[in-house]
């Protein structure tokens, strides 16, 4: 079920969002858990795959490189996709997804204290070490495999390139959403203006309904999700 309109209220609370964040944290977030750990395990694992797509290619030809911006495209839709309906409405078989994100993250983070309070809480902000695994294994690998076998190795190597290379664009933009005000990220001018479409995302009474795309807002645009 979506949280009922007098929750949303409660959630947008800071007093509640405050209360919520102590409980997540002595609940789910246990004694040995590094922050920067899991950082790290994201950032240079998704380096590793990168680097190692790229050590492939030979001779690439200009139309091998149409590659790179069709990739980008599909992942900025698929992210929008993603966004918009499992993790914010309760799908079979998806349920885990819908929880972690609509009930979970979106209870921490509100429009309202939206930065993290220490690197425990990077467990909340960052996709699971087994995503990166799962991403790679189940979907990158396989398709790059196809394209490997029905175009050229180029073309594999340089869609599992660009697809790790978003996923890993997606995690750090979204940690620096959630990074204090005094973060030196806020002095780029792009990243306050998507920090500022992420956190109208994270008003409770708007995140069912805006702001999906966590990256660029391109396919927010397209479908007319962008909260004005």
């Not at 902000?125 to 495999?145: C, K, S």
Request: with cysteine; charged share 20%; glycine share 6%.
């Amino acid at each position: 079920m979506r949280p009922e309109p007098q929750e949303l209220k409660q959630w947008a609370r800071p007093k509640d969002a405050d209360a919520y964040r102590d409980r997540y944290r002595g609940e789910h977030i246990g004694r040995r858990y590094v922050g920067w750990l899991h950082f790290a395990f994201t950032a240079l694992g998704s380096v590793a795959v990168i680097g190692l797509a790229l050590s492939g290619l030979r001779d690439t030809r200009w139309i091998e490189l149409v590659t790179v911006p069709a990739t980008f495209l599909f992942a900025n839709y698929a992210e929008y996709r993603g966004h918009r309906y499992p993790m914010h409405r309760p799908m079979r078989g998806l349920r885990l997804i819908y929880q972690r994100h609509s009930l979970e993250h979106h209870r921490f983070f509100t429009h309202q204290r939206m930065a993290y309070g220490s690197t425990r809480d990077f467990k909340i902000m960052l996709f699971p070490p087994v995503m990166l695994l799962f991403f790679i294994g189940g979907l990158a690998v396989p398709i790059g495999a196809l394209l490997f076998i029905v175009a050229t190795q180029n073309v594999a190597c340089l869609y599992v390139a660009t697809a790790l290379g978003y996923f890993l664009t997606y995690e750090l933009m979204h940690f620096a959403y959630h990074c204090p005000e005094r973060s030196w990220v806020w002095r780029v001018p792009f990243m306050k203006a998507l920090r500022r479409h992420h956190r109208a995302h994270h008003d409770p009474r708007l995140m069912s309904r805006h702001n999906f795309n966590i990256t660029f807002p391109i396919f927010d645009r397209v479908f007319g999700t962008t909260y004005k």
